[in-house]
């Protein structure tokens, strides 16, 4: 149905890219969302009066809650999609994220809700009518709930959008929340036992899980978080596919929503060559990266002395040792500065976050094995944590 409706309604669907597609995306799944839960809120508040279960009628208010979320999310796109102005010179990308976190918020609220609903069944039981047309209901519910996860998962992969996908997983969530509700009815009519209120509890903590994850995964961008690996060695093959950058360091993706990234990079040139020629490279490096990701980038040149091989050489020696005690560790910017007493030599280190090592004492190790390996070299060096 979904498929059907982006041909009917979404122009040039495939141009993801493009906040009014994006947009679109949106809103159809939104409005999608939007009837297809307050069709089950009926058909489960129903099931839930003539039977009498507490389970399906929490089930029925969770889907209610899910009408409310679709709106959020529908707002969430159309705010996120307005142009960049002068107070928000980036855009409004990020009050997707926010959608994304208000949908979580109240998927979590009604869990909890639910939960004090079915402790209050569990303490004061009452019978249930366990007959086959709420069951209907209820198989009825479960497949539709799954379909609704599977193209708003689809759709949040195909727009990269942080709601969608938690509005995805939201919508698993009610399909097994509202399996084990048929199953409570199964047992009462099978074995005429009522655990109605067990069941709802089940519900309710599936309802939390659900929406604990789904903040997770709308808090984490919002935070900065690190970016795609996938992503950075891409933009790094295809600006060192210029011949005149050497070695691109310090490289930084700034998320200001979907389809609003930019990225900074140092790019290192050859200190003796033209730097008309260099900055033209650069230029055009940037504009590949716009062109391919549709990513925003500023590079900065970093001139190196490359044409001295007493450098290369020192600067090669140097990263293979310190490799040999720290493996991960690379290193850029390297510069020498002879002197009348001894010879500087200037460089940043680069190691991973999650090395426990502080930066103190990593300069330190540095600065003594370099001293202790090369006598009458000192280090100046810089530590620079990488994220990705």
Known sequence: M??????????????????????????????????????????????GLISGSVAITADAFNNLSDAGSSIITLLGFAIAAKKPDAEHPFGHGRVEYLAGLALSTMIMLMGI????SSIEKIIHPEAIDAGILPAVILIASIAVKFYMSMYNRAVGKKINSAAMQAT???SLSDSLSTAVVLLSMLISWLFNVNIDGWAGLIVAVFVLVAGFNAAKDTFSP??????DRELVRDIERSVMAHPE???????????????RQFVSLHAEVDGNGNIFEMHDAVDCAEMEILD????????????????????AELRSAVAEKLKENWPDMTIHDFRMV????????????????????????????????????????????NIDRSYV
Not at 222 to 227: D, E, I, N
Not at 245 to 259: E, W
Not at 340 to 368: C, M, R, Y
């Open 245 to 259: 950058i050497l070695g691109i360091h310090d490289l930084i993706l700034h998320d200001y929503g979907p389809g």
């Open 222 to 227: 919002l935070l900065g978080q690190a970016p």
């Open 2 to 47: 979904i498929k059907l409706l982006t041909k009917l309604f979404i122009k040039d669907s495939e141009n993801v890219t493009d906040p009014a597609v994006r947009t679109a995306y949106g809103r159809l799944c939104s409005f999608c969302g939007i009837f297809l839960n307050i069709l089950l809120f009926a058909g489960k508040y129903f099931a």
């Open 338 to 381: 002879p002197g009348n007493t001894h010879t500087n030599l200037i460089f940043d280190a680069a190691v991973p976050a999650e090395l426990k090592s502080t930066d103190a004492e990593l300069a330190a190790g540095i600065k003594a094995l370099v001293s202790e390996t090369w006598p009458g070299c000192f280090a100046v060096v």
């Open 168 to 170: 995805a997983t939201d």
């Open 113 to 116: 809700e639910l939960g004090r």
């Open 292 to 311: 391919r990701f549709g990513i925003n980038a500023t590079i900065h040149m970093d001139p190196i002395d490359a044409g001295n091989s007493r450098v």
